[in-house]
Antibody
């Protein structure tokens, strides 16, 4: 059974940092592309970042480029999102999502999400 | 960036009725890389349709997708009580990956 379990969310002050983790079971993260998608309170879905298979190539939404870093640890079967210089507009539930072999941006499994709140 | 515009914003229907949700893209979506997701309150989204018209694993056949280019449609043939939720379209052919703003399907 595929499971994605996010952790690491919480309350942080503007300008602060957090690292989100996504522990995966049911498949190995080295064999599928992985991404993060966020949802601000009461709002829609926003793609944040992806890490692909080919050389671990990464890409980011313009809104987080230069501040967020996606990575994975194959030995721990875990994906991370390092978030620096956090802003109030980064407040959201962050979902870890699994991509498919055919398309890294097609998300067939989602975690339950972890809430990040940026406020002073 | 491809902008996806969903309509209507809210759709009020009764169980047993047919629902038609629209998604229009600001430019042609590559190879019909268009998906639909369902989100129940307090839950993560669930993949319903990919490639514009293919149902994901375990999705009932009352859900169907159609369209190409810039105009796509999600149809629910006969609404069940569990179908009342928010639906998002998504294009995954171009970076950045983008979602529509969502259509809320509510019980009339």
């Amino acid at each position: 059974e595929v499971q994605l379990l996010e952790s690491g969310g919480g309350l942080v002050q503007p300008g602060g940092s957090l690292r989100l983790s996504c522990a995966v079971s049911g498949f190995t993260v080295s064999t599928y592309p992985m991404s993060w998608v966020r949802q601000a309170p009461g709002k829609g879905l926003e793609w944040v970042s992806s890490i692909r298979l080919s050389g671990g190539r990464t890409n980011y939404a313009d809104s987080v480029k230069g501040r967020f870093t996606i990575s994975r640890d194959d030995s721990k079967n875990t994906v991370y999102l390092q978030m620096n210089s956090l802003r109030a507009e980064d407040t959201a539930v962050y979902y870890c999502v699994k991509g498919t072999e055919a398309a890294y941006g097609l998300f067939d499994y989602w975690g339950q999400g972890t809430l990040v709140a940026v406020s002073s | 960036e491809i902008v996806l515009t969903q309509s209507p914003g809210t759709l009020s229907l009764s169980p047993g009725e047919r629902a038609t949700l629209s998604c229009r893209a600001s430019q042609s979506v590559s190879s019909s890389y268009l998906a639909w997701y369902q989100q129940m309150p307090g839950q993560a989204p669930r993949l319903l349709i990919y490639g514009a018209s293919s149902r994901a694993s375990g999705i009932p056949d009352r859900f169907s997708g159609s369209g190409s280019g810039t105009d796509f449609t999600l149809t629910i043939s006969r609404l069940e009580p569990e179908d009342f939720a928010v639906y998002y379209c998504q294009q995954y052919g171009f970076s950045p990956i983008t979602f529509g703003q969502g259509t809320r399907l509510e019980i009339k």
